[in-house]
Nanobody, 115 residues
C-alpha cells in the first residue's frame, strides 16, 4: 500500500500564495504519477495538476500560469506552489499517488482564499 500525507493548507487573502506538500510512504517503488485534485463544497472533485515519474506535467486550465507542480523523487514528495490565489480556488486539496498498486488518496488539506 501507499500512504500519501498532505500538508501546507491554510487561509490566505486573494492574491497570496501557498505551497502544498504531499509525502508518500509505503510501497513507494510502485508509484508512477502523482497529482493534486480539489473539491469545493457542492462540487465534484477535479484535477488540478499531475506529474509523472519522468517529470511531465499537466494542469487544469483554471490554474495554468498560477500553480506549479514539482516532485522530489528522493524524498517521495510532490509539491504544489500556488500563486495569485483566487476565492474560487477555495477547496479541499487531495494528493493522489498512482501506480502498479492502484490509486491512493490522501486525507486532504483545506485551502481557503478570502476576497
Amino acid at each position: 500500500q501507499v500512504q500519501p500525507v498532505e500538508s501546507g493548507g491554510g487561509w490566505v487573502q486573494a492574491g497570496g500564495s501557498l505551497r502544498l506538500s504531499c509525502a508518500a510512504s509505503g510501497s513507494i517503488f510502485s508509484i508512477s504519477a502523482m497529482g493534486w485534485y480539489r473539491q469545493a463544497p457542492g462540487k465534484q472533485r477535479e484535477l488540478v495538476a499531475t506529474i509523472s515519474s519522468g517529470g511531465s506535467t499537466k494542469y487544469a486550465d483554471s490554474v495554468k500560469g498560477r500553480f506549479t507542480i514539482s516532485r522530489d523523487n528522493a524524498k517521495n514528495t510532490v509539491y504544489l506552489q500556488m500563486n495569485n490565489l483566487k476565492p474560487e480556488d477555495t477547496a479541499v486539496y487531495y494528493c493522489l499517488a498512482s501506480g502498479s498498486l492502484g490509486n491512493h488518496w490522501g486525507q486532504g488539506t483545506q485551502v481557503t482564499v478570502s476576497s
